[in-house]
């Protein structure tokens, strides 16, 4: 068995990015998986690093030819993992970072657990009202988008007791530390 695949996932808001660039500048034996996105980048997103952003229509081919482990689409944007780019990081004994919404979480280990190891872990707010004030503050949302993030959390939150680990991102820099002891821990337990 190669690598071990960590699935980053929890409600848009939470943390996710900052929490796994916090890893990857901690711990640069870790292999971060990119996703594709139709969705137009963010300030200060490049593409390849972040995301790959990819126009509809090669998302639509890609997605024909099964190169997505999973997709979903939200607020009118597509968001897919591509399976070769997870394989070869984990066939080089890497532990692969996804961050990943829930539904890509479970798929994730589905389809590789037969030959990875695929930890879940699923990211909580310290609570709803800290998390509507941080979709707020990133200011990229428009209301009827947060009206439907609102409602994906309530989905989300049902899906977190399903998860191998449950981390509170009260603070970054402890929520990191947390996470880095779990995959040191899932690594040396291979």
Known sequence: MKGVIFCISGPSG???GTIVNEL????????LSVSCTTRAPRPGEIHGVHY?????????????NGEFLEYDEHFGNYYGTLIDYVQKRADEDKAVILEIDVVGAFKAKEYFGPTCKVINIFIMPPSLEELENRLHRRGSESEEQLAARRERVKFEYKQADKFDY??????????TEEILGIIRKEKNNQ
């Open 14 to 16: 939470v943390g996710k």
């Open 166 to 175: 449950i981390v509170l991102n009260d603070e970054v820099p402890r929520a």
């Open 24 to 31: 990857m500048a901690r711990d640069p034996d870790l292999a």
């Open 52 to 64: 790959f952003f990819i126009s509809h229509e090669e998302f639509r081919r890609k997605l024909e």
